[in-house]
């Protein structure tokens, strides 16, 4: 999986011209302008002079314009040479005037802002020496002025390389949990679409190529019997153009994600079950399907009721398609906590296997009926569309079910039929049963 890579704004402390780079170049002209006035009170009238001063806003100014780095990585070539000829100019005016020497604070910080960890503790050593050569050289050998300045220069850089290596640290924090928010970004995008893709396969396995496979059936019917009885070929044309307009309204409400079309009529879900048995009574020859409810009807979630539908549907088609059975009953049953769909049939069944926890019976061969296998044909009849052509009529169930929280149960029998049954818990029902406390 592809990230982006990382893009962390560039804030004030991250470019180091902050605050902290100001306060050093006043503090830098301040100490240059108090060295330079007791130098002009110490020594007046010196011959100097006038270099002294010179040479005193030239490096002022040098450091005020001092050119800035990239964030607070290692400086580049011109930096680098720009900091050897500002070091040597100040070192000429702490020679000619050592109170100059104070201000090697600043100086300090720059080394360490500019220069890698190595090449900066070698420069402030070399300051060191030069501001403890000029104390000496102002006030004489006093131990204060001799050890005074290795302790300042050693904390200041502790203190600053730490910092530093915080700084750094957090950046990398801050990047990793960048790069981190952007992989999760992009695996919730992957999870969506991937959920969004299991949804569009199950709703056309639900809706078009069940369709089409009704088709193909009963027009292949149809040709079979084209020649020898006219009226029935025609009442099969018939049925597979009606199960072609539906599936044109399904497609144009796939298309713009609405409910199922049996649902947008406003019926509800009792309504919707009824039509789809008389539409399958109407539509299979010799059979028979039948709908009932049991318990007090009461308003369903708009995705419970698809869900059910989507399942209901499937399972007819099974039942059309593999069961040969007479007969078939759509059971809707409200529980009170949970709603249960229960479609049976009296077709040839087969024998369960435990299957994900579920009792389902196998996909891949063997007698079926609402579970969806393929059943032996009889000589020249076509092959109807079985699990192998269509791969999505349990699993389908499953997960429409799993994403409601509900169960699946498929029961069966050799020559007993298929009993396939939905439960669904209902938002905010009591689920606890009579006598569970």
């Not at 502790?158 to 750094?168: E, G, K």
């Not at 396969?201 to 809706?207: C, G, K, Y």
């Not at 029935?232 to 609405?258: K, P, Q, W």
């Not at 008389?278 to 318990?295: K, P, Q, W």
Request: glycine share 10%.
């Amino acid at each position: 999986m592809d990230v982006e890579p990382v893009r962390r704004p560039r804030d004030e402390a991250e470019t180091g011209t902050g605050w902290m780079d100001a306060a050093m170049s006043v503090s830098f002209v301040v100490l240059l302008v108090g060295a330079m006035a007791r130098f002009l009170i110490r020594h007046p009238g010196a011959a100097d002079t006038p270099w002294v001063v010179a040479l005193t806003s030239a490096v002022a100014l040098a450091y005020v314009v001092r050119p800035g780095t990239d964030g607070d990585g290692p400086a580049g070539r011109w930096t680098k040479v720009w900091l050897g000829c500002f070091t040597c100019a100040w070192v000429v005016l702490v020679v000619m005037a050592p109170s100059f020497a104070w201000s090697a604070v600043p100086i300090v910080y720059t080394a360490l802002r500019l220069l890698s960890e190595r090449a900066a503790l070698v420069l402030i050593g070399l300051l060191t020496v030069i501001v403890v050569a000029a104390q000496v050289r102002i006030s004489g050998a006093d131990p204060l002025l001799i050890l005074g300045p290795p302790a300042v220069a050693g904390l200041a850089s502790a203190v600053f390389l730490h910092m530093q290596r915080q700084s750094a640290r957090q950046r990398r924090l801050i990047d990793d949990l960048i790069r981190t928010r952007a992989g999760l970004a992009a695996s919730e995008r992957r999870a969506g679409t991937l959920a969004e893709r299991e949804r569009l396969s199950m709703e056309i396995h639900d809706t078009l190529a069940q369709g089409l496979s009704s088709q193909r059936m009963l027009l292949q019917a149809a040709d079979r019997v084209w020649d020898a009885d006219p009226d029935a070929a025609r009442r099969h044309v018939g049925t597979a153009s009606g199960i072609a307009e539906r599936n044109l309204a399904e497609a144009r409400r796939f298309v713009h994600d609405l409910a199922p079309a049996d649902l947008a009529d406003g019926g509800g879900l009792p309504a919707a079950l009824q039509s789809l048995a008389d539409r399958e009574s109407a539509n299979a020859d010799g059979l028979v399907v039948r709908f009932r409810t049991d318990g007090r009807p009461t308003p369903l979630p708009a995705a419970v009721e698809a869900a059910l539908l989507r399942i209901a549907q499937g399972a007819a088609a099974n039942i059309r398609e593999h069961a040969r059975a007479t007969e078939a009953t759509l059971t809707l049953s409200f529980l009170g906590d949970e709603v249960v769909l229960d479609v049976a049939d009296n077709g040839r069944g087969f024998t369960p296997q435990a299957r994900g926890g579920t009792r389902v019976g196998s996909e891949a061969g063997g007698p079926a009926s609402a579970a969806g296998e393929d059943a032996p044909r009889s000589p020249g009849q076509p092959r109807p569309a079985g699990p192998s052509d269509r791969g999505h009529g349990i699993p389908a169930m499953q997960a429409r079910i799993r994403q409601l929280g509900g169960t699946l149960t498929v029961e069966s029998a050799a020559g007993d039929g298929t009993v396939v049954s939905a439960a669904v818990p209902l938002p905010g029902a009591d689920t606890r049963r009579p006598g569970t406390g």
